[in-house]
């Protein structure tokens, strides 16, 4: 600290910094080096302010009301991302590979099968009438050949998983 202004400075910024910090929710450390930065990049730019007291009132206060609202928008987790089951690389593995695994099972359906329940897996969401437009069938047989498809899917991926299990 070369320039003389933050010397000057240094014990109206702490009074400030404790004032306004704990109104607002912030920690007076964090605002005096927010006000600090601040008034270094004013001193490069452009000289120091005409009032300096009154300035680094200013920044304080501006600082404070900064805090409080990036306090206000931030909302803490539920629970911690790094604790999420679901996000640890094995399970984000695994669960690629069994959605792999149906979408082949899925195209070796027979008849309109892979049509219809790749159309219903889509990422589209694609409504009954919608499918129905694409498959040039009516709506109301959705529901029986949907019926009819995932029962030869069930067939089909329960014969694979008996045939890739353990045998004793």
Do not use: F
């Amino acid at each position: 600290m070369d320039h003389p202004l933050l010397t000057d400075l240094r014990p109206l910024l702490t009074a400030e910094a404790q004032a306004e910090a704990h109104a607002h929710g912030a920690d007076p450390a964090d605002l005096e080096q927010s006000v600090w930065l601040r008034l270094l990049e004013r001193l490069d730019a452009g000289g120091p302010p005409s009032d300096p007291p009154r300035w680094l009132r200013r920044a304080v206060r501006a600082e404070a009301r900064l805090a409080r609202r990036t306090t206000w928008l931030e909302r803490p987790y539920d629970v911690e991302p790094a604790d999420d089951p679901g996000r640890d690389p094995e399970h984000v593995l695994l669960a690629s590979a069994a959605r792999r695994a149906l979408r082949d099972a899925v195209r070796r359906l027979p008849g309109r099968c892979p049509g219809l329940l790749g159309a219903l897996l889509s990422p589209r969401d694609l409504t009954y009438r919608e499918i129905a437009g694409e498959l040039g069938i009516s709506q109301g047989s959705l529901g029986p050949e949907r019926s009819r498809c995932l029962g030869c899917l069930r067939r089909l991926l329960t014969t694979e998983v008996a045939a890739r299990g353990a045998r004793g």
